[in-house]
């Protein structure tokens, strides 16, 4: 008698472990070791290999672009769209100094009001080779159309290197869609509109990158925050 109960409290005990097991088998990873892995990434120079492959393949089809247009002795007027934060100037400073923590209007706020957030060294190159090709530039950014982070975001650009472009798009303050993706394309249709060809679309989320008007998209690595 004593023997069958004795099994079946062993097997209760195995059920219950079974179960408890399973309700953490999905524990997520602990926080601090989650900021030390984003630290590692950026110190470790794996975060700029990253970006540097995917510029390279959009300077690799830029110059496709205008192998072709060149032959074919097109003259429309080819256009670039850059997002800015985290594909031209990088917030890495900003987000460390806040622990990796804090919303994204508070890093975005802080890193226009320093106004002097580091270039993205690749992203200047495919710049450059745009300008040298008479490739027309535009900024599509979610940094807010104040006449104040209009100012420093022009003053960033320029000291970052990026002093000619065609026009620096900035998101209405009362903006309130669910996705910045709602914003970004209507931008790209209104150079569509005025006659550009979109070839090269490239940006470090994917709300930047959906909807359309550009030939290609290209999507830089990003594991620090996301925007809808
Ligand atoms: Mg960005």
Known sequence: ?????????????ILLSLCSSALYATEPQNLQITKNTLINY???????????AVVYQAQAYLSEVIAEQQKQKSKEKLAIVFD??????????????LTFGGTLDEINRLTAEERNAPVIPAALALYKQALKENVHIFFITGRHNT????????????????TQYDGLMMKPVNYNKPS???????????????GYHIVLNIGDQMSDLRGGYADRTYKLPNPYYYIP
């Open 180 to 194: 910045a993706s709602i914003y970004k394309t209507a931008m790209r249709k209104k150079i569509t509109d005025q």
């Open 1 to 13: 008698m004593l023997s069958r109960k004795y099994l079946v409290l062993s097997m209760s005990c």
């Open 147 to 162: 006449s104040q982070q209009q100012k420093n975001t022009v003053q960033n650009l320029h000291a970052a290197g990026f």
């Open 42 to 52: 950026h110190d470790s120079g794996a975060y700029e290999q990253d970006i540097d």
């Open 84 to 97: 800015i934060d985290e594909t031209v100037l990088s917030s890495y400073d900003q987000m460390h100094r």
